[in-house]
């Protein structure tokens, strides 16, 4: 049986709706203006696929999944593989996007987990997330996210 123990977290507030954080993460035409990438599936209902694709001109796709969990706008689960190893369900993890309204501000809570220790996934998401969700942040209280 592969170790899957490890997990990542990360906590973050926004000053918006949780339904514009639902949207920045769902909607292909807002996630790419923050992430370089589009999240894209048919409706984000649980057992959908969704796929991670660039929005260069190659439009590779970089990781693909399912959704697991889908209560908009409070959570969303989905999990997640590299492309080239989507046929490996070892490769498999978790994230899980927690939306809670905190005063005038939004709590987001992006737990990814069931993640091998030590792995590529595992070392990408560490130093990913953080910028992406601070990308985010920054896309939906001023209208500018980073070039990722």
Do not use: C
């Amino acid at each position: 049986m592969t170790d899957k123990s490890a997990s990542f977290v990360y906590v973050t507030y926004i000053r918006t709706t949780p339904e514009k954080v639902f949207e920045a993460i769902t909607r292909p035409e807002i996630a790419r203006r923050y992430w370089g990438h589009e999240n894209v599936s048919s409706d984000w209902k649980p057992g959908s696929a969704w796929q991670h694709v660039r929005t260069d001109a190659t439009r590779t796709v970089d990781l693909v999944g399912t959704v697991l969990e889908s209560d908009p706008p409070r959570r969303l689960v989905l999990n997640w593989a590299n492309e080239s190893q989507k046929n490996d369900p070892d490769a498999y993890s978790r994230v899980t996007f927690d939306i809670k309204t905190q005063g005038d501000m939004v709590q987001l809570t992006v737990v990814h987990d069931e993640l091998q220790p030590g792995s590529g996934m595992l070392n990408g998401i560490s130093q990913g997330w953080p910028l992406v969700l601070s990308s985010m942040k920054s896309f939906l209280e001023t209208g500018l996210g980073f070039d990722l």
